[in-house]
């Protein structure tokens, strides 16, 4: 039972709060005025009758909670990678990372917000906010603060620029012009949609020339040269090995000999290439040196070429989303959905065939008075 006491000392009078805590544990606050001490207890006894209540003295900071957070959630390492990074930077490096967690108010998360999104894109930017709003979450959960104060933020407008994919002739310009030993590895993403990872995880065993099949069962991730599992339960698939694919891969195995665990594309030591080595050190300075293709290609927009190839020959978005290993048709439809062959067409046709079908409206004259 929370009570209230009468403290005098030198003269001066105070108002102790004695009230004991979810485990238990006797507690006390002292507050200049009797009125401040009863609403206290008042509504402490009250948080703690619904499982609310939250203890006053914690310090845990905001950073430091993170942190906690992130080393219980079981993340991919490529993930963890990026968790790690936000907080650091984002959170940890802020004036908002060294505040009390139970401290912070929804207006000093607005005043955060607004000074990331003078450093970071719109769309990192509400991954960030959304790291921290996870933060928060558990934090209610664990009873370390009553509410969240990441509600009702005001972010830049995100706005995704349309998909435009690299034609078949541009994709075949820049395989020739990539060295030797990377040349069929354009063709193997452009081919099968790989996520550069996966690509550079494919094995001899992963391909089956007789079927005509390839299989997706690892990927290496960023920062990393060992294996490690797809991205997603979908990513694990089997995909349709066209000839252009076949071929390229056969031509190359005849040149460059697999790794001893069958790794097909290896740097010329033998081993798997890194992420930032083939993406950044090969693939775009290939990139920079030629006129038909953008200078902002990456790896992945041989992806895009892929699902946009797929589409423009009446796949259906299902079965992109399959081939693709996404878990949903949703990002298909959201990413290539302007893609879609005759799309304009249908459009007119069916406005047309509307109002064509529809019965003539009368219409109506004016009565001469």
């Given at each position: ?45 009250g ?26 959630r ?12 936000h ?14 967690l139970?401290?912070v ?50 972010l ?29 590895m ?27 099949t ?17 991205k ?20 190359h195995?005849a ?63 299902v079965?992109?989303?399959e ?9 298909v ?16 046709r ?20």
């Open positions: 039972m929370a009570s209230v006491e009468r403290r005098s000392r030198d003269g001066h009078i105070t108002w102790l709060a004695r009230w004991r805590d979810d485990t238990g544990r006797q507690r006390k606050r002292s507050f200049p005025r009797k009125a401040d001490a009863q609403r206290f207890v008042t509504q402490v006894e948080d703690l009758l619904r499982g609310q209540y939250v203890d006053p003295s914690d310090r845990t900071t905001v950073a430091e909670y993170a942190w906690q957070w992130a080393k219980a079981h993340h991919r390492p490529s993930t963890a990678r990026n968790v790690a990074g907080i650091r930077t984002h959170i940890e490096g802020t004036d908002l990372g060294k505040r009390r139970a401290a108010r929804p207006s000093e998360v607005q005043v955060w917000a607004t000074d990331r999104a003078k450093h970071l894109a719109p769309t990192t930017l509400r991954n960030v906010v959304g790291l921290l709003r996870s933060v928060y979450a558990s934090a209610v959960l664990d009873r370390l603060v009553a509410q969240t104060p990441v509600v009702r933020l005001q830049p407008p995100s706005h995704r620029e349309r998909v435009v994919p690299l034609t078949v002739d541009q994709v075949r310009v820049l395989a020739a012009a990539m060295p030797k030993r990377n040349r069929a354009v063709i193997t993403q452009a081919g099968l949609g790989l996520r550069i990872g996966e690509l550079l995880a494919l094995r001899v065993q992963d391909v089956n020339f007789l079927k005509r390839a299989r997706v069962e690892f990927q290496i991730a960023p920062g990393s040269r060992t294996r490690s599992d797809p997603t339960r979908r990513s694990r698939r089997t995909i349709p090995l066209p000839q252009v694919v076949a071929d390229a891969i056969q031509a195995l040149d460059f000999d697999p790794a001893e665990d069958g790794t097909i594309f290896t740097t010329r030591f033998g081993a798997p290439y890194s992420h930032a080595y083939y993406g950044a050190q090969i693939f775009k300075a290939t990139v920079k040196k030629l006129d038909g293709v953008p200078d902002s290609t990456t790896p992945h927009d041989l992806r895009h070429h892929y699902a946009s190839v797929l589409l423009s020959k009446g796949e259906s978005v079965a992109v989303a081939r693709l290993g996404h878990e949903n048709a949703n990002l439809l959201s990413t290539y959905g302007h893609l879609m062959p005759d799309s304009e067409d249908r459009t007119r069916a406005i047309d065939d509307a109002w064509n079908g529809a019965p003539d409206v009368p219409q109506n004259k004016r009565k001469r008075v």
